[in-house]
Each structure stands twice: as C-alpha cells, then as structure tokens.
C-alpha cells in the first residue's frame, strides 16, 4: 500500500511567484492535515480536511495560503504571491478516523523563495 | 495552551548504549502521544503510539512510557545502532481537536 506521497520533493521559487504543494494521502484516509516547518522552529499545524472539507484552518499563516482537496481525495496548497518568510518544509499527513489514530506522514516538499 | 519540550536537543553517543529521550507536554488533556524518526531530508516515519489510557508502548529495541498526570513521555532505545542516527520527534494530540503539537526534536548520533 502507498504511503502519503508528496509532490514536488523540492521547489526553489521567486519572491512573488506562485508554487502549488500537491498531497496524495492514503487510499480510504478521510483526514488529511497540512503542516509546515520552518528554519529552525518545531513543525507546526497549518489545516485539517475531513474528505473534502475544511475542519480546522486555525494554523494557515494568512490569506496568500489556499488549500483546497476537490473530491475528497488529493489536496493542493497553493502560496500566492510567496514570500522569503515561507520557505521551509511542508509535510502532509492522512489518517484513518480523527481523535485517537496514528497520523502517516509524506517525505515532505522543501519550499525555498528567493 | 499547549507546548511540547524535547530535551536533550542533541545526542552524541557510541553504538551499543542504551538511550532515554525524552518528551514533556504542559497540558494533560491529550488524547494520545506519538513518536517519529525523521532522517535527514526525508519524511516522519511513525515509530510509537501511545493512547492517553495506555502506559507504555514497545516495538523492537524501541519502547515508549507514558505519564499523562506528570505530562511527560520518554522513548528508551535499547543497544543503540549507527542506523538510529536521526531527529526523534514527539507530538501530542490535545482533546477537543484534530492538530498534532511537535516538540523539536532531539538530533541523535550513534558512532561506531
């Protein structure tokens, strides 16, 4: 079985560009999260789906941030314009159920603006 | 609000010790705690689970305590290898939501 699968591994980016972080989580997982660390910092919540709704959105850093996941199934977060402030790395998670389940994570997409 | 602290922050120690990381968390209110491994560039592989009703968790050389009311957790390696040279991560997940709170980290180096 897949593991979460992250597209791309790397993206080096312009201040001001757009960049599109794709997640596929693990088949039949309804909850999806999106996390990010940046330099230095421990890994910090950004936003949770429940199939294809947003449950919790509390950690997006502000409005460039959008994150949408059409379907139920992948999920796309898109930063426009990005910033230098939001290079770091961005890992997806899936779980099975909320509350008490394990979270699987992908190897992560590592975000440079320059 | 909740916080999570990973102490040592970095770990230098020859192959064969046996090892305690540990975890504390300012907020009892958990539903579980959950410990993972990141190699550098690379993803979180999920090494233990802990429900807040459990006390401890073992898989292989690896195992995982649980004190909920002290709000502290530690992962105890045994007969340490080269090959658990990695950043060990704990998280815990607070009542009443769905988010993971990361702790840092502790960056271990097992030599030969």
């Known amino acids: 079985e897949a593991g979460v699968t992250q597209f791309p591994s790397h993206s080096v980016i312009e201040k001001g560009q757009t960049v599109t972080l794709r997640c596929d989580p693990i088949?039949?997982?309804?909850?999806l999260y999106w996390y990010r660390r940046v330099m230095g910092k421990e890994i910090k919540f950004l936003l949770h789906?429940?199939?294809?709704?947003?449950?919790?959105e509390s950690g997006m850093p502000n409005n460039r941030f959008l994150a949408e996941r059409t379907g139920g199934t992948y999920s796309t977060l898109k930063v426009q314009p990005a910033e230098l402030e939001d290079s770091g790395v961005y890992f997806c998670?899936?779980?099975?159920?909320?509350?008490?389940?394990?979270?699987?994570f992908g190897q992560g997409t590592r975000l440079t603006v320059v | 609000k909740q916080e999570v602290t990973q102490i040592p922050a970095a770990l230098s120690v020859p192959e064969g010790e046996n090892l305690v990381l540990n975890c504390s968390f300012t907020d009892s209110a958990i539903y579980n705690l959950q410990w993972f491994r990141q190699d550098p560039g690379k993803g979180l592989t999920s090494l233990l689970l802990i429900q807040s009703s459990q006390r401890e968790q073992t898989s292989g050389r690896l195992n995982a305590s649980l004190d909920k009311s002290s709000g502290r957790s530690t992962l105890y390696i045994a007969a340490s290898q080269p090959g658990d040279s990695a950043t060990y991560l704990c998280?815990?997940?607070?009542?009443?939501?769905?988010?993971?709170?990361f702790g840092t980290g502790t960056r271990l180096q097992v030599f030969p």
């Open positions: 998280a815990v997940r607070p009542y009443n939501t769905d988010k993971l709170i």
């Open positions: 789906f429940v199939k294809e709704s947003k449950q919790d």
């Open positions: 088949s039949g997982h309804d909850n």
């Open positions: 998670a899936s779980s099975q159920e909320v509350g008490a389940t394990e979270a699987f």
